[in-house]
């Protein structure tokens, strides 16, 4: 992919080879979804118990069984902004799978009882996935962040793993969108045949916007990753792996992002801790197809 092409690319000679039955099932009547995995309710926010292992395999089972949906990444902060905000809160509890991405989520899923809750970090996600993309020959659209960042990511990602697809990227400007912009790009991501769509427009934007489109789009499958791009891009390192699994990830990005980060963490974290003391969080039970109910 050259620096040349045109901003929103599609690989016509690629999307032929990726047409498949499942990529162009039309999309589930919204609240049908059945779950297949168990939830832990975190101040309202249904987040799933599953490891990265578990998450992958049950996107695959969506896609060979023709569900439609979208998966969210949440951390602390995520999950803050969907407690004040029921419409996001909505959309979070909709998802196909919405996964622990930050040591509290998982401390919270454990603290209720899960035993197979981890994290699932997005930067980490994406790879994993795309890696069962290209053993499967699905196709993969990107949408979101610069031009430069989005060709680095691209070159990266098809250098390091045999076989990826890549059906098409856009990066849309950073302003809001008329009709005909936001109706152009549901009709590019459409007409590619991708199976998986990538989002990363960062939270709470991409959450917002995979709830609103979701009904219009045809791909199997979308993510919100937010800074996966950038990590897997390699404009943006991440924290020593021994940070991530004792959750100090957030110290390593505040000592890279200060000024960015300080405001945002100072608030969070005292936040959350009273949150999960207000509110424990508990395991949801109940039919497959009522993630958010409660045992009386």
């Known amino acids: 992919m050259s620096a040349t092409e045109p901003r929103g690319v599609e690989h016509s000679e690629r999307k032929a080879s990726a047409m498949t039955t499942a990529q162009h099932q039309p999309p589930a009547t919204p609240g049908t979804v059945i779950r297949t995995h168990s939830r832990v309710d975190i101040m309202g926010v249904h987040v799933s118990c599953v490891n990265m292992g578990r998450a992958v395999s049950l996107v695959e089972e969506s896609v060979d069984g023709s569900q439609h949906g979208y998966v969210c990444v949440s951390d602390a902060n995520a999950l803050l902004h969907a407690r004040d905000d029921g419409s996001l809160r909505t959309v979070l509890n909709d998802s196909l799978l919405t996964v622990p991405d930050g040591m509290p989520l998982v401390w919270s899923g454990r603290w ?34 610069d031009e430069e960042t989005m060709q680095a990511l691209i070159a990266r990602l098809e250098a390091s793993i045999p076989g990826l697809q890549v059906a098409g990227w856009h990066c849309p400007p950073f302003r809001a969108l008329s009709e005909d912009e936001d109706e152009e ?43 996966a791009f950038a990590m897997n891009a390699g404009t943006v390192g991440r924290a020593p792996r021994w940070m991530q699994r004792s959750g100090l990830e957030w110290s390593y990005r505040l000592l890279q992002e200060p000024k960015r980060l300080w405001p945002r963490y100072s608030k969070v974290i005292p936040r959350f801790l009273a949150g999960i003391v207000g509110d424990p969080p508990h395991l949801l039970t109940g039919s497959s197809r009522d993630p958010g109910a409660r045992t009386p």
Do not use: C
Request: aromatic letters at 10%.
């Open 112 to 145: 209720a009882g899960s035993q197979v809750i981890d994290r699932v970090p997005g930067p980490e996600l994406m790879p994993a996935v795309l890696r069962l993309a290209a053993a499967r020959g699905w196709s993969n659209y990107f949408l979101g962040g």
């Open 185 to 227: 790009i549901v009709r590019r991501i459409n007409a590619s045949g991708a199976t998986f769509l990538w989002v990363g427009l960062g939270a709470p934007k991409q959450e917002a916007w995979l709830g609103s489109h979701n009904h219009r789009l045809t791909v199997p499958v979308a993510f919100g990753v937010g800074g």
